[in-house]
């Protein structure tokens, strides 16, 4: 496995394929229509535009994109700059090999060189791994929005995880 940078030319596609098999089989996405190679564009350049990552990791053996991560900003306000919403998606024919912790601690990482405070996931409730998984790297429980989205003839709930970094060394107010 090595970690890379994705770029639309290259990884397009296969991010475009891992977008919407969690869109079409999973509460991993809380979206109903699957995404089009345009809003992936559109995607990798606000990630560009806005010096956010997205990792991604290729399974040495095939070159296949195994998986990726990225964050982007929690809301839009000056005042939440130095927190970010992050995700992870992993490939269905990569899951449970390690990929999501890899991509994870990347991430991390990437945070904290960006000199950001805090990263939040939402989760869907139900999806034990990934909890688990975060818990694991440090996440805390940041609290829980029931019934959130409707989905697959049911309700989710979003479980909001944070893990709090030691940067920025000098944060800047107003």
Same mark, same amino acid.
């Given at each position: +496995? ?17 977008? @919407?098999?969690?869109?079409? @089989? ?7 229509? #699957? ?6 564009? $559109? ?13 991604? +990791? ?7 994109? +195994?998986?990726?991560?990225?964050? $982007? #900003?929690?809301? #839009? ?26 991509? +994870? ?15 939040? $996931?939402?989760?869907?409730?139900? @999806? ?45 107010? $107003?």
């Amino acid at each position: +496995m090595t970690l890379i940078e994705c770029e639309f030319d290259r990884h397009g596609d296969a991010v475009l394929a891992i977008f @919407n098999d969690a869109i079409l @089989n999973t509460t991993a996405l809380y979206e109903y229509q #699957p995404r089009t190679a345009a809003f992936v564009e $559109g995607w990798f350049q606000a990630k560009r535009d806005g010096d956010l990552p997205v990792i991604g +990791m290729l399974d040495d053996a095939s070159g296949r994109l +195994m998986g990726f991560a990225s964050y $982007g #900003p929690f809301r #839009p306000h000056a005042a939440y700059r130095y927190s970010v919403e992050h995700s992870v998606y992993v490939d269905r024919d990569f899951r449970q090999r390690g990929v999501a912790r890899r991509l +994870m601690k990347a991430l991390i990482e990437r945070a904290e060189a960006q000199q950001y405070h805090t990263l939040i $996931g939402g989760i869907d409730a139900s @999806n034990a791994a990934s909890i688990a998984l975060h818990q694991q790297l440090g996440f805390r429980h940041a609290g829980t929005v029931s019934q959130a989205a409707y989905k697959f003839d049911r309700w989710l709930d979003l479980a909001f995880y944070q893990r709090v970094l030691s940067t920025p060394a000098e944060p800047l107010g $107003g």
